[in-house]
Nanobody, 125 residues
Framework: QVQLVESGGGLVQAGGSLRLSCAAS????????MGWFRQAPGKEREFVSA????????YYADSVKGRFTIARDNAKNTMSLQMNSLKPEDTAVYYC??????????????????WGQGTQVTVSS
């Protein structure tokens, strides 16, 4: 089993920055793909970014490309999401996810086995 805990959410003005962190514990050696998803009120959970495999290939949703940066520190069993130039439409609960496979379909939340509890990000205009 893997446990994931997110931190770093909060309230920020449009144009500002936040850094989210995800701390993994348990069978962390089994993790191959990690991702960030978000869910706004009344909307489905959507893909934000993912990092997978030993090479650490990274992927982003078009809506965040160029503004968000995902990173993983295997030694510390952590993953981060640096979010710059935030917009009101980035407001959502952000979730950390992980899976033991090198996911080809990393954009789909149903493919991840492990989830954190989420952290709220609110961007005011």
């Amino acid at each position: 089993q893997v446990q994931l805990v997110e931190s770093g959410g909060g309230l920020v003005q449009a144009g500002g920055s936040l850094r989210l962190s995800c701390a993994a514990s348990g069978r962390t050696f089994s993790i191959s793909t990690m991702g960030w998803f978000r869910q706004a009120p009344g909307k489905e959970r959507e893909f934000v970014s993912a990092i997978r495999g030993s090479g650490g290939s990274t992927y982003y949703a078009d809506s965040v490309k160029g503004r968000f940066t995902i990173a993983r520190d295997n030694a510390k069993n952590t993953m981060s999401l640096q979010m710059n130039s935030l917009k009101p439409e980035d407001t959502a609960v952000y979730y950390c996810a992980a899976d033991g496979r090198v996911l080809m379909m990393y954009r789909y939340p149903q493919n991840y086995d492990y989830w954190g509890q989420g952290t709220q990000v609110t961007v005011s205009s």
